[in-house]
C-alpha cells in the first residue's frame, strides 16, 4: 500500500490541543493508517534538502525560517490513494484562497498565512519516498 510523508508545521504544533484534534481525526479515519511518526526539529540541512526545488524563489527564506521555528511531528501515513487523500484533507497550499474556497479542510481550519500553512504533504510516489527518507533516515517504508 501506499506511503506518504505529512507534516505538521510549527504554526500547528505550538498548540497542543490543534494536535489532538488533528490526530483524532486522522486515528478516526480508515483511509490514513499511522504507521510512524515523531516529533523533531528540523535541521538546516534537512530544510535545504527538503526545500531545494524552491531555491531562489522569493518565498525561500521565510519558508527555511518558519519550518525551522519550532517542532514538526512527522507521521508516514499508509493507506489507498493517501498521496492524494491527504493533500485533498490539508488543502490548497495557499490559505488566502483557502479561508475563502475550502471550509473543512486542514489549512483552512488550522493555517495561518500562505507561508504558514501549518501541513505538508507529499504530491507524488517518488517525492514521498525521498522526503519520508529526510524525516525518519533510520525506517523504510518500501
Ligand atoms: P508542501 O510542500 O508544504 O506540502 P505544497 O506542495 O502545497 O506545500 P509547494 O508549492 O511545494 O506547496 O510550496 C512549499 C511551501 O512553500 C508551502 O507549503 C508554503 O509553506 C510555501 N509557499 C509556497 N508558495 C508560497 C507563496 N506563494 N507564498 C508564500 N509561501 C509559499
Not at 19 to 33: G, R, S, T, Y
Not at 68 to 89: C, E, F, M, T
Amino acid at each position: 500500500q501506499e506511503v506518504t510523508l505529512a507534516i505538521l508545521k510549527p504554526s500547528v504544533t505550538s498548540s497542543p490541543k490543534s494536535v489532538q484534534k488533528i490526530l483524532e481525526k486522522l486515528d478516526a479515519d480508515e483511509n490514513f493508517n499511522i504507521l510512524a511518526a515523531r516529533k523533531t526539529e528540523i535541521s538546516a540541512s534537512q530544510a535545504a534538502r527538503f526545500y531545494a526545488e524552491h531555491e531562489g524563489k522569493f518565498f525561500y527564506p521565510r519558508l527555511q525560517a518558519y519550518v525551522r521555528s519550532g517542532p514538526v511531528i512527522a507521521l508516514a501515513l499508509q493507506g489507498d490513494g493517501v498521496i492524494a487523500n491527504w493533500r485533498k484533507l490539508i488543502g490548497p497550499t495557499k490559505v488566502t484562497k483557502t479561508k475563502y474556497l475550502d471550509p473543512g479542510t486542514l489549512r483552512h481550519d488550522f493555517g495561518v498565512s500562505d507561508t504558514r500553512n501549518s501541513f505538508h504533504g507529499s504530491d507524488a510516489l517518488q517525492s514521498a519516498q525521498s522526503e519520508l527518507s529526510i524525516l525518519f533516515p533510520d525506517l523504510r517504508f518500501d
